[in-house]
């Protein structure tokens, strides 16, 4: 989706299109928003081909869900140029949309919201994994 004037956000991308961005531009940056527990047990994205990391700060905490007030400090000390491309993940799209917006407030040219997520929607089964998302697009990664 291409930016809009009135969009909060630069926009929402697929995780296919996130990994060509990232390919592409050695100063976009991916910025895992879940929390500790799915970075854990879930799993975390992996960008060493790139020659980056992730970098991972909590949007919400496990296990009350309360918002991380530092956010967007923790994202400008990990994030050096404000201009370059974010790409913003969380499990399914809509912590990371979020978390796109504050970035966005904070000014942040370009947060992108990762649609999908890392893990995407559940399948009919409610498994996460295989319809869309970082996971079920084939990207890399890793678990543990």
Not at 28 to 50: C, K
Not at 54 to 66: K, L, M
Not at 74 to 91: F, H, K, N
Request: proline letters at 6%; charged letters at 20%.
């Amino acid at each position: 989706m291409a930016p809009s004037s009135s969009s909060p956000y630069a926009g929402d991308i697929s995780a296919t299109e996130a990994w060509e961005r990232l390919k592409a531009n050695p100063k976009a940056q991916l910025v895992d928003v879940r929390t500790v527990a799915e970075w854990n047990f879930v799993g975390l994205p992996d960008l060493s081909e790139l020659g980056r990391q992730v970098h991972c700060i909590e949007w919400q905490s496990f296990p009350g869900g309360a918002r991380n007030p530092g956010f967007v400090t923790e994202a400008g000390q990990a994030l050096a140029d404000p201009s370059a491309p974010v790409m913003l993940l969380c499990r399914s799209g809509a912590r990371s949309r979020a978390a796109a917006i504050a970035l966005t407030e904070a000014g942040f040219a370009q947060a992108f919201n990762i649609a999908g997520g890392f893990e995407g929607d559940a399948d009919q089964e409610g498994h996460r994994g295989t319809t869309n998302g970082w996971k079920a697009e084939n990207l890399p990664w890793r678990q543990g």
